[in-house]
């Protein structure tokens, strides 16, 4: 086992035209964690775009599938037993459509919840015992499905209020990594003082 090393999984969709949607705060929050720790996305393996380096004295692989949402598992599975890692040794960073827009919900384990990247990993891994940081989206307004309203950018009053969301975002990963699951779920999960911005 590596017990050294942990992985950083933000999902997302690859490409120009998915950047901006709802569906790619994972990748957002990865990109954020990036530049914070001058950290560079420049290498690939197993369909995944990888930043490695060190955050918090630990060292991290920082991956964006490029397999698609609904194929995150097959991108994460092989990187998991590649480097011999613990299921407690992942964190995947993905939007939910359940909890308020901005906010930020980390837990040790759960079920997919509906998300389709989430699905793909359990399948790939055989357990849902391992960390997920979830970033509120909200939900769709009036009768706009689901799909639809993920595959949107955010709008310009959200993006406004995007980026103190992604420095909680990051600094929940830094104590996650310096600190522990524990100690993180409560900082994150505290409903005061540390409650996020509104998107």
Known sequence: M????????GLGNPGREY?????NIG??????????????????MFKGLI????????????????TYMNLSGTCVG??????????????????DLDLPAGQLRLRGKGGAGGHNGMRSIIA???????????????????RMAPRDYVLQD??????????????????AVRLWLAEGLDRAMNWVNAPAPSAPLSL
């Open 78 to 95: 092989p990187l998991m037993r590649y480097y011999k890692l613990l299921p407690q040794q992942l964190l995947v960073i993905y939007d």
């Open 27 to 44: 990748f957002m929050v990865l990109d954020a964690l990036a530049a914070k720790h001058n950290l560079r996305f420049s290498k690939m």
């Open 2 to 9: 590596n017990d050294a090393l942990h992985l950083i999984v």
């Open 124 to 142: 790939q891994l055989g357990t849902e015992d391992f960390p997920r940081l979830r970033v509120g989206i909200g939900r769709p307004p009036g």
């Open 154 to 171: 955010f709008s310009a009053a959200e993006r406004a209020a995007l980026q103190t969301v992604l420095e909680r975002a990051t600094e």
């Open 19 to 23: 950047a901006n949607h709802r569906h």
């Open 51 to 66: 930043a490695d380096g060190v955050i918090a004295a630990r060292k991290v692989l920082l991956v964006k599938p490029m």
